[in-house]
């Protein structure tokens, strides 16, 4: 099915140049390593699973149009972003509020799969910038004649599965240190507050990114 929807020379292309945005850290790779570093492995690969179907359904708005829509209408952009923003913001709070354990401490800021991956979820939806991305990524790999909706679905669906594998190195990588440093008294103490510094400063970023500011 790709065969007809995309030569395969502009396939590797875009394989290429996915992988290539994939692996450099932004961020989702920060959300997610925060996410590995508070709790652990198995939190940043659900975070992992929330961010790529998050960014999958951008992919989708983008096939179907609703980047045209973001880019047109500042409004609508200036929502969308003030509400991914808002639920970071509301994450670093929930982070700082995280109950103190000290006979427990790896509990402390424990967060159930299910949930880990509806805030990955929400915070990849809710960035307008993702949608913009794909509406300017895509197109550069689709061939006449064909389908743009389709080539749209799959082109995104292969990126997204290129970033979901990357992120998942990322996750691995940081479960390495993981369990080290959460044993210690120092990150018992202030790990917390690591979290939360990182939720409001990616709220911060996102508040105030603009539609020419890329991915």
């Known amino acids: 099915m790709i065969g007809s929807l995309i030569t395969?020379?502009?396939?590797?292309?875009f394989v290429l140049a996915s992988l290539m945005l994939a692996v450099t850290p932004g961020p989702g790779v920060m959300y997610i390593v925060t996410r590995t570093?508070?709790?652990?492995?198995?939190?940043?690969?659900?975070?992992?699973?929330?961010?790529a179907?998050?960014?999958?359904?951008?992919?989708?708005?983008?096939?179907?149009?609703?980047?045209?829509i973001l880019k047109a209408s500042a409004?609508?952009?200036?929502?969308?972003k003030f509400a991914g923003a808002g639920y970071?913001?509301?994450?670093?709070?929930?982070?700082?509020?995280?109950?103190?354990?000290?006979?427990?401490?790896?509990?402390?800021?424990?967060?159930s799969p299910a949930q880990l991956?509806?805030?990955?979820?929400?915070?990849?939806?809710?960035?307008?910038?993702t949608a913009l991305f794909f509406a300017a990524l895509l197109p550069q790999f689709m061939i006449p004649g064909a389908p743009p909706l389709w080539q749209g679905l799959v082109l995104g669906?292969?990126?997204?599965?290129?970033?979901?594998?990357?992120?998942?190195?990322?996750?691995?990588?940081?479960?390495?240190v993981s369990s080290t440093i959460r044993r210690r008294p120092s990150w018992r103490t202030y790990g917390r507050f690591v979290s939360a510094a990182t939720f409001f400063g990616l709220g911060l970023y996102a508040a105030l990114a603009s539609p020419r500011s890329g991915k």
């Open 117 to 129: 991956f509806r805030d990955g979820f929400i915070v990849a939806l809710l960035n307008p910038k």
């Open 8 to 13: 395969a020379p502009a396939f590797l292309g």
């Open 75 to 80: 409004a609508v952009f200036v929502f969308v």
């Open 37 to 51: 570093l508070c709790q652990d492995r198995r939190a940043g690969l659900a975070s992992v699973c929330g961010i």
């Open 53 to 68: 179907t998050g960014n999958f359904g951008n992919a989708a708005a983008a096939s179907i149009g609703l980047a045209a």
């Open 157 to 176: 669906c292969v990126f997204v599965s290129i970033a979901a594998c990357t992120d998942s190195v990322y996750v691995l990588a940081a479960s390495v």
């Open 88 to 111: 970071l913001v509301f994450m670093g709070i929930r982070a700082l509020r995280a109950p103190r354990t000290p006979e427990a401490p790896e509990n402390r800021n424990f967060v």
